[in-house]
């Protein structure tokens, strides 16, 4: 029992010295919160090592965090409460890093106007936004995935065997909308450029599961949402939730005998648990925009602002210059990687697939021929567009 308890100390002393060293390490510490596990290998896992990115990179910074920030798992307790938690053990600055925590940023920035905030997926302080607030000390960041997500669609076009493509959406917003509606456009852009078939021929259903990943009892399941899909001749499923759970059950149906595939989401190694049928994965890299922004809390330059940060085009894969890429997976076509590779291009010099003639699902038109969609209309679109199946709204 001595040995035991001499044993418990020695760590606990341990452990309180590493506790105390980190505390001393850096000059500047920021917290990170997080809706899902840190090691997610999806959202959160993607904005756990952008703020690995930050320390690594800004001299003087450390960093803290908590995760599984969401009703579920931390029941009566709100993102501006566990924000104040992590401001008392020394944060100067908190990111909250995501969509969900947006009215609990808002809540803890008003209260805290001598902390920094980043709110990561928001648009609170686009001043030329809808709902535009004055938040001094808050800066919005977003990467513009919708062209990562095109990309996918390409992938996904030129890989189907059955021309039917699937999208595994998680709750219903603007954001998830415009980010379904991309894969679309790029899946028909492809279909019909590259592949120079009849658009309505492609079919592309869309199916929320209510949640940015699975909360049993409360969302839809996810696997069985794929399984579901597979099932029935959907034989590309196109993930937009922040879990693997797409790939996993393509992997299984593969295994069955199924030619199957999946493209999963968020997280630049998320191919890697199913390298056996995921064609790529759309993913962001917040690093260089955190490290900026953490950098102007720093040395004074602070200023609030919103920024949607695309890729380099030059190489969208550079970590430390493009705020989106796509990593190919190890099983797509020859044909179909050069087909993304020729689509990135076109990209790159131009191309605009938020251009009309574009309608709303319902019929309604969204944008007249030849007309380019303004950053307003793309970031608060307000139905999937017309050619998509699925629910529009969470009603």
Do not use: C
């Amino acid at each position: 029992m001595k040995r035991w308890l001499r044993s418990v100390l020695v760590v606990g002393m341990l452990t309180a010295a590493l506790s105390a060293y980190g505390q001393n390490a850096g000059n500047f510490t920021f917290g990170l919160l997080m809706v899902g596990p840190y090691n997610d290998h999806g959202w959160s896992e993607a904005n756990y090592d952008g703020a690995q990115y930050v320390v690594n990179h800004v001299p003087g910074t450390q960093m803290i965090y908590l995760d599984k920030v969401n009703p579920s798992d931390r029941p009566g307790t709100t993102a501006s409460q566990l924000a104040e938690s992590l401001v008392a053990k020394g944060a100067k600055l908190v990111i909250f890093s995501s969509d969900d925590m947006s009215d609990e940023a808002v809540k803890f920035a008003r209260a805290n106007p001598d902390i920094y905030v980043i709110m990561t997926s928001g648009s609170q302080v686009w001043k030329e936004g809808k709902n535009y607030q004055n938040i001094p000390n808050m800066v919005n960041i977003m990467g513009r995935m919708e062209d990562m997500k095109m990309v996918a669609g390409v992938a996904a076009a030129l890989t189907t065997q059955t021309g039917k493509i699937a999208y595994l959406g998680p709750l219903v917003n603007d954001e998830t909308r415009r980010l379904a509606s991309s894969v679309y456009l790029g899946a028909r852009y492809a279909w019909t450029h590259f592949l120079h078939k009849d658009p309505s021929t492609l079919k592309f259903k869309v199916t929320w599961i209510g949640y940015w990943f699975n909360i049993p009892g409360v969302t839809s399941d996810p696997s069985q949402v794929a399984d579901d899909f597979f099932n029935n001749g959907y034989d590309v499923v196109v993930s937009g939730i922040d879990t693997t759970e797409a790939v996993a059950e393509a992997t299984k149906y593969a295994a069955q005998g199924m030619k199957v595939w999946a493209i999963p989401y968020d997280y630049a190694n998320a191919i890697q648990p199913g390298d056996t049928v995921s064609l790529g994965v759309p993913y962001f890299n917040w690093g260089p925009a955190y490290a900026r922004a953490i950098q102007s809390a720093m040395n004074g330059t602070w200023k609030s602002h919103f920024e949607w940060d695309g890729p380099d085009w030059s190489n969208i894969n550079n970590p430390d210059t493009s705020a989106v890429g796509f990593n190919k997976g190890n099983v797509i076509s020859p044909a179909a990687s050069a087909g993304v590779d020729r689509f990135i291009k076109e990209l790159a010099g131009g191309l605009n697939l938020w251009k009309g003639p574009l309608n709303l699902q319902d019929g309604t038109q969204y944008l007249a021929p030849g007309q380019a969609a303004t950053d307003q209309q793309i970031w608060y679109l307000p139905e999937l567009l017309q050619g998509m199946e699925g629910q529009s709204t969470s009603k």
